[in-house]
Structure formats: structure tokens, C-alpha cells
């Protein structure tokens, strides 16, 4: 007998470079790689009683058509938007079109890191914002929206 239950779909979305992590300055990132995430995030899904669909991109636009399409499709977002936290517009209002939870994520504590990476065009829209935390933050944004999204406080 097949399994009819649909889950609640979580969309992570990753920016510029994600695509290099584990050979991309480990001493600043970690040696996980992107696929390791993702597939983390998938396991835990399944115990949380969500989907979840990954999509990266260096492309800022592709990144914006992407946050779009999830427009009245997904129950939340968590987004890690790398490079384009400090810089883009574009992608701060895709996200104000969604009516869902958002968390922001980044690996690295970006308040450690250079003035210029203290800026982020997400943060204000976003419902929770994890930095610092490597891979688990990933894995606790998930966990937080799994709370959002059934109501548990």
C-alpha cells in the first residue's frame, strides 16, 4: 500500500560558492560539503514529518525566480544567501512576497568576519536568523520551522 500522507514542504535555498563547501576555506566553513547537508536535512525531514527541496545557485536571479515560484507552496524557507546577504535587494524582495516562516542561515558568524558582512538584506524579513553554527544551524532551522509550521511552541 503506497503512502498518501503529504508533508508540509520546507524550501532551503543556497547561494553563491555553497556549491564549494568542504574545499572552500574548511578553516572558515568546515570540510562538509553541500550534498552532506542536504542529505542531513532530508533525514531529519522525515522525522519532523516535513519535505524538504534543496536548490542552490551562484546566479543571483535564478535564486530570485526560485524564492518566487515558492510563493503559496511552501510552509518555510531557510535560506542561506551567502555573498548576496550584503548585497542584494532583489533576493530580500522575493522573500517579502512570501507569507511563510523564514529563517536565515550562515555557517560562519558573520559579526566575526569583515565590517562588510555585518550588513545583512535578510535579516529584517526573516523570521530567525542562525550564524555561527556551522551545519547544526541548518539542522536547527529546520527543527525550529517543524515547530512554526504544526504550531508547537
Given amino acids: ?11 532551503v ?3 553563491p560558492n555553497l556549491n564549494m563547501l568542504g574545499t572552500r576555506e574548511p578553516e572558515v ?4 560539503m553541500l550534498a552532506d547537508i542536504d542529505a ?10 516535513l519535505s524538504v527541496e534543496t536548490f542552490q545557485s551562484n546566479h543571483e536571479g ?14 518555510g524557507v531557510i ?6 546577504t550584503h548585497t542584494s535587494v532583489a533576493i530580500r524582495d522575493a522573500l517579502l512576497l512570501l507569507s511563510c516562516p523564514i529563517i536565515e542561515v550562515h555557517l560562519s558568524n558573520i559579526f566575526k568576519r569583515e565590517p562588510f558582512r555585518h550588513h545583512s538584506y535578510v535579516s529584517d524579513v526573516a523570521t530567525a536568523v542562525m550564524t555561527g553554527l556551522g551545519k547544526e544551524g541548518y539542522l536547527l532551522a529546520l527543527r525550529a520551522l517543524a515547530r512554526m509550521i504544526y504550531g508547537v511552541s
Fill in 1 to 11: 500500500m503506497a503512502n498518501d500522507v503529504t508533508f508540509p514542504k520546507v524550501l
Fill in 13 to 15: 535555498v543556497n547561494g
Fill in 29 to 32: 566553513y568546515g570540510s562538509t
Fill in 40 to 49: 542531513e536535512l532530508c533525514a531529519l525531514a522525515e522525522d519532523l514529518a
Fill in 62 to 75: 535564478a535564486l530570485v525566480e526560485r524564492i518566487q515560484q515558492a510563493m503559496g507552496t511552501v510552509a
Fill in 79 to 84: 535560506i542561506n544567501p551567502a555573498a548576496y
